[in-house]
């Protein structure tokens, strides 16, 4: 057995050996070790080289606010994460761990040079040092020259450089009650939430065990506690499963850890899985965090906080050291000494800086036989890759020090109070309240919209043992500008650092934070927020509250890139959607193009013809005889409820209540600037007899139930999911009295326009329960029916300008009827087309694709489209918007056709139009080309634009500046075929 193992006690398996590396030197641990505890049992104190001036570290802590012990660990096969805490790293069979941020070795390491640097280096320095030459230009000597070495000589672990081979899971999950932190007052409130058996209750901790400061005792509350949890069928039990984030409305980020402790990984199991949790209740429970004492040299491995010394020997069996002194000004650090002299660690003296502290305590530890110094601090420590020796100060009555014996120990252990951990409770919004009693901040009014509460040490709730606290730095005997007090341990802050912020004029606490880089680390600051705060306090003579607070941000630990990717990487980071209709296409020689995420058939060449060729043709026979087109790339959302027609009329700028049952209507979506986002065509189904849930926000589909409106919205292929997020968004937060639900079909339905004189023709055969004739199913009409023996919504609608329909069908049977649809059209001579055709035939109408005639920027108005706003209707997004003075002032841009002189150019799409051929450099320009084709219905080419004041320019002259020369052009009307729409008919 190791000598710094204790003979008994502990969490630990004694019985189950487990061998680990730490660069390159092989070790045993125990099962249930840390990395960190394995190291200390193997005499190991050293295990790391501080980001700035490369001194040695040691662990200061045993959980995750460790800012020192910072390892990288490999488990081969690509397989290695840098940066993470020793102290949280859980000990398996194999681990190979390796320290960072120094060379050759963690011994031996070059960077501790930069120490001598040190009177150069202080806060601040890069942005006074490295800011010239000047002849090499503004910022290049930094970015080129002193950055490069900078990151270089400090840093952290190295990320790995190849694709990452682990999965990572996700899960949205819903309960009553959230309980973070499974300590005691964790434990209380689980088991106190579950007694409803009704009430869903999740207990995440992030440790491997239950119990927080329990599991140091014999831990037999802790054990029956746990069992009744385990066996309620309500009760959710997450270890290793870290809170990371609290984001409005009690939606939480869990980070579960779930391979990274074992030995042998199970086959395509995930690494860790995020749970996004949406509770109706939370409980904080997260503890506290002791604070360490900013002293001369307090940063030598072997220096640990006095509650870390306590978990390694009772938790974790392990003494860390041999012989000790303990520098407190807190009751607790009595304790952890009477625990570590019980471990078989010597304690040399406890050195209380406060001059009376409690009797009993210390009578307490006299009667161990510790030496118990009162009034007296700690001026200094000695030794290099390990402390040896302490220097004590006696504080004087005029606050002077005065320098005592020196004590010999390898370890010391500081204890300068508690620090209520509300990080997550202010990632809330919450407000925090400052508590003199503790002298330390503590969650006081909730933020709107949540509900949590604080339970335990997070609230400030303390018992007596832990009272007693010190912020800022510890006095010193000379001047205090000589030393190296160390506030953020891993940023390498000094208290010396934060003074002279100050001096230089710093007073928010943000800006010297910002300047210092101290709470910058990967830590957050958790050690070292509360010194800084005192430091700051007082060299600026105000109190802490006067002072304010730094930021608490998410996350609250770091987190791997991995559990926010998700499943979203390599073929499923932009996962490529196809139509039901696409093997056809496929087989019959379509050319793909993306639309986003969904490849479409851009059109469809036969033998000998290039694209212009295939396109030509596809135009001629759906203005000739019939075409048939995928559209089912199409959003689609279902809405449904009592109050969804007057949704879509408070959405829309369109009037619907009206709309009747069996008929459509174009909408035309803005957002609350007046601008045009989405449009699409909306048709009115049969209502359905439905019950509102009022808890659910949705229907339930009953007989004898309330009769409930139903529309069939379409949107542009891209902006499927934009319009059902704005949907959601104002049903949410807007108008959550609405009785409507909407839910996504656009991947439930394909779609297949049928376009063309002979449409009627050709769908007349495969239509069952629906008349065709024009009188009974006119234009911009939708009825359901059967349609090749599949049930179909089937809409009367055209983007082609000709005779139009629209077969809606389940997803699975989409092929079957575009088949039986393809069969009928090829006895009318007609055939498929793609969206290169499509694109032609809509601008030769002059109908508008969103993102193309639009730009963020362009009004109804603007397009044309003012027509379709309901003049009468009080409101709808963006209606206030459109009465901006800027949106209806005179010189606006708007749609318009554009006819080349030579009808044989065809416009290159975004081109600038001017006045003149070849206008002076500066000049603005009218408008721009936004669709530009060649027209073989026209036999010419075709152009839409948006010009400045465009609609009263027709007939005059504008130019279209090209490298090779302006084109000349002539400004007409949007609608190149068929102006009068007679052809939509049939």
Excluded at 20 to 45: K, P, Y
Excluded at 221 to 238: H, I, Y
Excluded at 844 to 870: C, F, H, S
């Amino acid at each position: 057995m190791s000598a710094f193992r204790t003979p008994a006690g502990g969490r630990i398996d004694r019985t189950k050996g487990i061998s680990f590396t730490f660069d390159g030197r092989i070790m045993q641990g125990l099962a249930g070790d840390t990395l960190a505890s394995a190291l200390l049992a193997n005499g190991v104190h050293l295990m790391g080289r501080s980001f700035k001036y490369h001194r040695p570290r040691g662990p200061i802590s045993a959980g995750a606010e460790e800012p020192n012990a910072l390892v990288t660990v490999s488990r081969g096969g690509g397989r290695s994460t840098p940066n993470l805490r020793a102290t949280q790293v859980e000990l398996y069979e194999g681990l190979v761990a390796t320290s960072q941020n120094r060379w050759p070795s963690l011994a031996l390491d070059i960077g501790e040079i930069n120490a001598l640097a040190a009177p150069f280096l202080g806060a601040g320095f890069y942005y006074k040092t490295f800011m010239g030459p000047k002849f090499l230009g503004s910022n290049k000597a930094w970015a080129k020259l002193y950055e490069p070495i900078i990151r270089r000589a400090a840093g952290l672990g190295r990320a790995p450089e190849g694709p990452d081979p682990d999965t990572y899971a996700s899960r949205f999950a819903h309960c009553e009650v959230l309980v973070i932190g499974g300590g005691e007052a964790g434990l209380k409130a689980a088991l106190e939430a579950s007694d409803d058996p009704k009430a869903r209750v999740i207990l995440c901790d992030e440790q491997a065990e239950f119990g927080g400061w329990l599991l140091n005792g014999d831990g037999e509350w802790l054990s029956e506690a746990l069992e009744q949890l385990r066996f309620r069928p309500n009760v959710r039990l997450l270890p290793r499963t870290q809170a990371f984030g609290y984001f409005a409305q009690n939606f939480v980020a869990l980070q579960e850890r779930l391979t990274d402790h074992l030995g042998t990984l199970p086959p395509k199991a995930p690494r860790e899985r995020l749970w996004q949790v949406r509770a109706g209740a939370v409980v904080l429970a997260t503890g506290a965090i002791e604070r360490p004492i900013a002293f001369p040299d307090n940063d030598r491995p072997g220096i640990m906080l006095a509650s870390a010394a306590e978990i390694y020997a009772r938790r974790y069996g392990v003494k860390p050291g041999s012989r000790a002194v303990v520098f407190t000004t807190c009751n607790s650090a009595y304790g952890a000494a009477l625990a570590l002299k019980e471990a078989g660690v010597e304690v040399a003296a406890i050195v209380d800086a406060r001059p009376k502290p409690d009797p009993a305590l210390a009578a307490n530890a006299l009667g161990a036989g510790i030496p118990v110094h009162t009034a007296t601090i700690l001026v200094g420590t000695e030794g290099r890759l390990r402390v040896n020796r302490v220097r004590l100060g006696k504080l004087q009555s005029d606050c002077s020090v005065r320098e005592t014996d020196p004590v010999a120990c390898d370890l010391v252990l500081m204890a300068g109070g508690w620090t209520p951990s509300v990080h997550l409770f202010s990632q809330s919004r919450g407000k925090l309240d400052w508590n003199d009693t503790i002298e330390a901040y503590v969650p006081g009014a909730t933020a709107p919209g949540q509900a949590v509460r604080s339970a335990g040490a997070c609230a400030g709730d303390f018992p007596t043992e832990m009272l007693g606290t010190f912020s800022g730095a510890s006095p010193v005997p000379g001047d205090p500008a000589k030393v190296k007090a160390f506030v953020d341990f891993q940023n390498d802050v000094t208290a010396r650092d934060i003074r002279l912020a100050t001096r230089e004029g710093f007073r928010s606490v943000e800006h010297v934070k910002r300047f210092t880089t101290t709470g910058m680390a990967t830590d957050q600051g958790k050690t070292s927020n509360m010194n800084a705060l005192g430091i700051v306090a007082d060299a600026l003579g105000k109190s802490i509250p006067e002072v304010g607070l730094t930021t608490f941000r998410q996350p609250y630990t770091p987190v791997t890139f991995g559990l926010f990717a998700g499943q979203a990487r390599g073929e499923l980071f932009d996962p490529v959607r196809k139509t039901p209709i696409h093997e056809w296409a496929a087989a019959q020689g379509a050319a793909f193009e993306d639309v986003g995420q969904w490849k479409r058939a851009h059109y469809f060449a036969r033998s000998g013809e290039d694209m212009h060729a295939a396109v030509n043709r596809e135009c001629k026979l759906v203005r000739e005889t019939v075409g048939l087109f995928d559209a089912s790339t199409l959003g689609k959302i279902e809405l449904v409820g009592p109050d969804a027609a007057e949704l879509l009329d408070r959405l829309y700028v369109n009037s619907w209540k009206g709309l009747a049952v069996g008929r459509c209507r174009y909408g035309i979506l803005l957002n609350e600037a007046g601008f045009v986002i989405d449009d699409g065509v909306i048709g009115r189904l049969e209502p359905v007899a439905q019950n509102w849930d009022p808890v659910l926000r949705s229907n339930r589909r009953e007989k004898g139930g309330e009769a409930a409106d139903r529309f069939h919205i379409t949107t542009t292929t891209g902006g499927a999911a934009r319009v059902f997020a704005m949907i959601e968004d104002y049903l949410q937060t807007e108008w959550p009295n609405l009785k409507v639900w909407q839910t996504s079909i656009t991947e439930a339905y394909a779609v297949i326009a049928v376009q063309g004189p002979r449409a009627r023709d050709t769908l007349r055969p495969l239509v069952e329960g629906i008349d065709l004739a024009p009188e009974a199913f006119p234009h911009m009409a939708v009825k359901t029916g059967r349609i090749a023996g599949i049930d179909a919504r089937l809409f009367r609608v055209s983007f082609s300008g000709e005779l139009g329909f629209e077969i809606n069908v389940p997803a699975g049977q989409g092929r079957a009827v575009w088949e039986a649809v393809y069969a009928e059209a090829l006895k009318h001579g007609g055939g498929a087309y793609g969206t290169e055709a499509m694109h032609v035939l809509r601008a030769e109408k002059g109908y508008i694709i969103v993102g193309q005639e639009t730009d963020g920027t362009m009004t109804p108005e603007d397009v044309g489209l003012g027509w379709a706003i309901g003049k009468a209707k009080p409101d709808f997004v963006g209606k206030r918007g459109l009465m901006r003075p800027d949106l209806v002032a005179a010189g606006r841009k708007q749609l318009v056709g554009l006819a080349t002189l030579d009808p044989k150019i065809v416009l290159e799409e975004g081109a600038q139009i001017t006045d003149s051929p070849a206008p002076p450099a500066g000049t603005p320009a009218l408008g721009h080309v936004t669709s530009a084709y060649w027209s073989e219905t026209c036999n010419r080419s075709i152009a839409l634009a948006v010009i400045a004041n465009g609609r009263a320019r027709m007939g005059e002259s504008v130019y279209v500046p090209m490298p090779a020369g302006a084109i000349a052009a002539t400004i007409v009307a949007p609608v190149f075929h068929d102006p009068k729409g007679e052809r939509l008919n049939g």
